[in-house]
Structures are given as structure tokens and as C-alpha cells.
């Protein structure tokens, strides 16, 4: 083989071998997107952006791979309750009429004193006559 020959082979494994790191460093640099990609996460167009846009940046392509390796959220289900039946979200519902209302009750009256011979309660004599309203100023000893 020749010079020329040679100088060909090695040309074209320097080829083949950029275009290996090529490959190689592109699947590294886009790795927050292909794992955003896989994990079908809900923000997979942020990442991408942010990966295209500031994956050059170190801490740009730590913020896609971080927005990349979230949690997946939870479905929650969320029920609705309007006066006491369950509501289906979109569907319109008229609320329920309120309770008739109570009539106010009157306070209840102070316990009745029945009208007789009681200790005196300002402590002048032994007993004093209640007439079932007030104190009397009869009193017994």
C-alpha cells in the first residue's frame, strides 16, 4: 500500500471517529429530553427548550434533567357536594331549596319560685317570706 492509501484510511477512521464523539455528545447534551421524552412527562416542551437553549450552560442542562426526573403528579379525584347531593362537574345544577326556617322560640322563662318561707339571703333573720316575686320584709326567727 501506498502513502496515499494510508493517509485515506486514516482520514476516513478520524471521520468515523468524530462522528461517533459527535453522536455520543449530542445524546449527552439532549439526555434530559430523551429521558423527559421516555418518562412522557406533563412539561416536555420546557425541558426541551431549556435544553436546547441552556443545556450549553451547566446548570441550564441540570434544570432540564432535574424538570426531566419529577415526580409524575397523581390523578386526584375531587368530589363535589352541593347541599348535600353530589355534583357533576360541567353540568349545571340548581341548588336545593333551604330548609324552612324555624320560628324563634321565646327564651324560656326563669324557673317559677313558689311563694313561702325561705333562709333570709341577706342573712338578717333565720327565715324570710318569698311571695313568689320578691322578698317580703315579713321574717321569722
Do not use: K
Given at each position: 500500500m501506498g502513502h496515499a492509501a494510508i493517509g485515506t484510511a486514516?482520514?476516513?477512521?478520524?471521520?468515523?471517529?468524530?462522528?461517533?464523539l459527535l453522536v455520543i455528545g449530542g445524546a449527552f447534551y439532549f439526555l434530559p429530553s430523551i429521558i423527559a421524552s421516555v418518562r412522557k412527562v406533563p412539561?416536555?416542551?420546557?425541558?426541551?427548550?431549556?435544553?436546547?437553549f441552556l443545556g450549553w450552560t451547566f446548570i441550564g442542562?441540570?434544570?432540564a434533567l432535574a424538570m426531566?426526573?419529577?415526580?409524575?403528579?397523581?390523578?386526584?379525584?375531587?368530589h363535589m357536594y352541593g347541599g348535600g347531593v353530589p355534583m357533576t362537574p360541567g353540568v349545571q345544577q340548581y341548588p336545593m331549596a333551604p330548609p324552612p326556617a324555624q320560628p324563634f322560640a321565646s327564651p324560656?322563662?326563669?324557673?317559677?319560685?313558689?311563694a313561702?318561707?325561705?333562709?333570709?339571703?341577706?342573712?338578717?333573720?333565720?327565715?324570710r317570706y318569698y311571695d313568689g316575686n320578691a322578698w317580703t320584709v315579713h321574717t321569722h326567727d
Open positions: 486514516r482520514g476516513a477512521g478520524a471521520g468515523l471517529g468524530l462522528l461517533i412539561n416536555l416542551g420546557s425541558v426541551i427548550v431549556i435544553n436546547i442542562w441540570i434544570v426531566a426526573m419529577r415526580s409524575p403528579l397523581t390523578p386526584v379525584q375531587v324560656p322563662s326563669p324557673p317559677t319560685i313558689a313561702g318561707w325561705y333562709p333570709d339571703p341577706n342573712g338578717q333573720a333565720r327565715l
